[in-house]
């Protein structure tokens, strides 16, 4: 039986072409509640965030600057720029089509994902194994993971236990990154996020345990995953007339649950992907490809 999981978009990020001029006073004619920072940002000379019931709705970075730091002329087209949904706006139903009609409102010109991180939040996985415990056997190398073979951890270390509450694998330019942390923990002590709790509630986690989060963070770099052929030839005939690779750069492999839910899980198929380490009866280590996988998703 399937445990239940909270699937949502945790960042979304595009970059567009301006019509025209966009600016600040742009979105005031037109009656938004617009703040603009005093400064912008190592691209973009200006940057604002559009504002609905006095929350942050959309940040937009536009005017690219034409040197950059180094005094090196940038690449980005005159009229360029980045527009980010809020967190609180991520979790919103429907966000990216939320996100489509306001680029389609103004003009936008949609050229490609920036960054989008696509998460599920859950009590435990599907083989009941909890979080933590999966962690410490990682971390005992009782079980190993394919892929991304570097990694950052962060916990605390007294003297009495030892706890680790996140990890996250891949390097800080990889075009994909994989995460997973207490998320619980991270709302107590950074700062509480009342909509992510509403989400948890509709979707029916129990919060008197911990929920954590394994998340994946995909940039512009990101273009296609292949995706692997099942070894099962019975799996393999039903899912012949599938596509057989995944396309990170259109709005469209995110839009709906149905397609958030198949985009995580080809992830998880490939990037937390964790084998049972092996040995013989010698005690040498058995090659990754011959041992069992870790059934944490189904």
Not at 105 to 134: E, L, T
Not at 145 to 156: D, E, I, P, T, V
Not at 193 to 206: S, V
Request: net charge positive; glycine share 4%.
């Amino acid at each position: 039986m399937a445990k239940i999981r909270c699937l949502n978009i945790d960042w979304l990020e595009v970059y567009c072409l301006e019509p025209c001029l966009h600016d600040a006073n742009y979105f005031r004619a037109l009656g938004y509640d617009v703040v603009s920072r005093n400064y912008g940002t190592p691209l973009y000379e200006q940057m604002f965030t559009i504002l609905q019931e006095d929350w942050p709705y959309i940040e937009i970075r536009r005017k690219p600057h034409q040197q950059n730091q180094l005094g090196e002329k940038t690449i980005l087209a005159n009229n360029a720029c980045h527009i980010r949904f809020a967190n609180r706006t991520c979790y919103l139903p429907g966000c990216v089509n939320l996100l489509r009609s306001f680029l389609v409102a103004h003009g936008y010109q949609f050229v490609s994902i920036s960054r989008i991180d696509v998460c599920a939040d859950f009590n435990v996985f599907d083989n009941g194994m909890k979080p933590q415990n999966f962690i410490e056997k990682w971390f005992r190398a009782d079980i190993s993971k394919l892929y991304q073979g570097r990694f950052a951890a962060h916990g605390s270390d007294r003297w009495s236990s030892r706890e680790v509450n996140s990890v996250k694998w891949g390097r800080p330019t990889s075009a994909i990154t994989t995460k997973i942390y207490n998320k619980s923990k991270e709302l107590r002590e950074v700062g509480d996020k009342f909509y992510i709790r509403d989400c948890w509630k509709a979707a029916g986690l129990d919060e008197s345990s911990d929920v954590w989060r394994v998340e994946f963070s995909i940039n512009s770099q990101a273009k296609v995953l292949r995706l692997r052929k099942p070894k099962n030839q019975e799996i393999a005939e039903q899912t012949r007339e599938q596509e057989n690779e995944i396309n990170f750069r259109t709005l469209s492999r995110f839009d709906t649950p149905q397609r958030l839910l198949s985009t995580f899980g080809i992830l998880a198929s490939h990037y937390f992907r964790f084998k049972f380490v092996e040995r013989t009866a010698r005690g040498a280590l058995v090659e990754k490809r011959y041992c069992k996988d870790v059934p944490l998703f189904n």
